[in-house]
Nanobody, 123 residues
Framework: QVQLVESGGGLVQAGGSLRLSCAAS????????MGWFRQAPGKEREFVAA????????SYASSVKGRFTISRDSAKNTVYLQMNSLKPEDTAVYYC????????????????WGQGTQVTVSS
């Protein structure tokens, strides 16, 4: 079992940056694959980025590749999403997700979810 708490959301102008953090409880954080998803108003939740439990492999949605970077700090039980060159279409509630390490594709099968943090990008 793991509990996730996101922070770092807010209002930013287009072209700006934000860093989201997700703090995980529990002693086995290092054994979890971690992901970020987002949901805009009226749209389904979509995959944004993910990182394997080892930190050796990452995956990004094509819409954010080259602008967003996911990383993890096992000493702090925290995963980060650095978001640069933000666009109005990045506006959404961003959710952190976790799953026990798996050979599944990084976009799939997350079991634990945070409450979300709002990111709003103004034009």
């Amino acid at each position: 079992q793991v509990q996730l708490v996101e922070s770092g959301g807010g209002l930013v102008q287009a072209g700006g940056s934000l860093r989201l953090s997700c703090a995980a409880s529990g002693r086995t954080f290092s054994s979890y694959d971690m992901g970020w998803f987002r949901q805009a108003p009226g749209k389904e939740r979509e995959f944004v980025a993910a990182i394997r439990w080892t930190g050796s492999s990452t995956s990004y949605a094509s819409s954010v590749k080259g602008r967003f970077t996911i990383s993890r700090d096992s000493a702090k039980n925290t995963v980060y999403l650095q978001m640069n060159s933000l666009k109005p279409e990045d506006t959404a509630v961003y959710y952190c997700a976790a799953r026990v390490r798996s050979s599944d594709g990084l976009r799939l099968s997350y079991d634990y979810w945070g409450q979300g943090t709002q990111v709003t990008v103004s034009s």
